[in-house]
T-cell receptor, first 113, second 116 residues
């Protein structure tokens, strides 16, 4: 069965620290990859997505993610986090022609000012 | 655009009662998704519709759960009878695109359900 694994469940950083959140999936074919973010008290919103082309994807608010097919990974990065990045981050994968998104359990990020 | 609208935002009910959650997708979107979010299981897809037709309801936990989409602008998720383990945040999301194409899902604010 397809699955998505987010390695870090809780991350605590200080402002200006660099961020990398891991995401691995289990599916050998064509995939579409997403990172969603849920800020406190707000609904889920798209951060960035990868469908094809350049494996380094840039999203909103300075986030980027790199698709490494050989590693089945789509890690999220930001060079310098801000307090406002405190949120829950979800990785999701849509495999093949399946309209369903398979979701990771999420990573809770807390950024201390 | 108002985005995906869900009601109620909060619901507290007693075990055994019927609960109805409502969703209005973004106008023009042709797919609608119902999710449940809990601390233990994360975000789970319950059911999704395409052009008002249920495509996959394999995520619906049991017969107590049912969902309908009578038209393109409205969907309901019903739990009858409700149980304490149904307590969760229920999200509705909508998207536009062809089957299998990479659509972005737009989420509503969620309904926080507490069953006592």
């Amino acid at each position: 069965a397809q699955s998505v694994s987010q390695h870090n469940h809780h991350v605590i950083l200080s402002e200006a620290a660099s961020l990398e959140l891991g995401c691995n999936y289990s599916y050998g074919g064509t995939v579409n990859l997403f990172w969603y973010v849920q800020y406190p008290g707000q609904h889920l919103q798209l951060l960035l997505k990868y469908f094809s082309g350049d494996p380094l994807v840039k999203g909103i608010k300075g986030f980027e993610a790199e698709f490494i097919k050989s590693k089945f990974s789509f890690n999220l990065r930001k060079p310098s986090v801000q307090w406002s990045d405190t949120a829950e981050y979800f990785c999701a994968v849509n495999a093949g022609n399946n309209r369903k998104l398979i979701w990771g359990l999420g990573t809770s990020l807390a950024v201390n000012p | 655009d108002a985005g995906v609208i869900q009601s109620p935002r909060h619901e507290v009910t007693e075990m055994g009662q019927e609960v109805t959650l409502r969703c209005k997708p973004i106008s023009g979107h042709n797919s609608l998704f119902w999710y449940r979010q809990t601390m233990m299981r994360g975000l789970e897809l319950l059911i999704y519709f395409n052009n008002n037709v249920p495509i996959d309801d394999s995520g619906m936990p049991e017969d107590r759960f049912s969902a309908k989409m009578p038209n393109a602008s409205f969907s309901t998720l019903k739990i009858q009878p409700s149980e304490p383990r149904d307590s969760a945040v229920y999200f509705c999301a909508s998207s536009f695109g062809l089957a299998g194409i990479q659509e972005t899902q737009y989420f509503g604010p969620g309904t926080r359900l507490l069953v006592l």
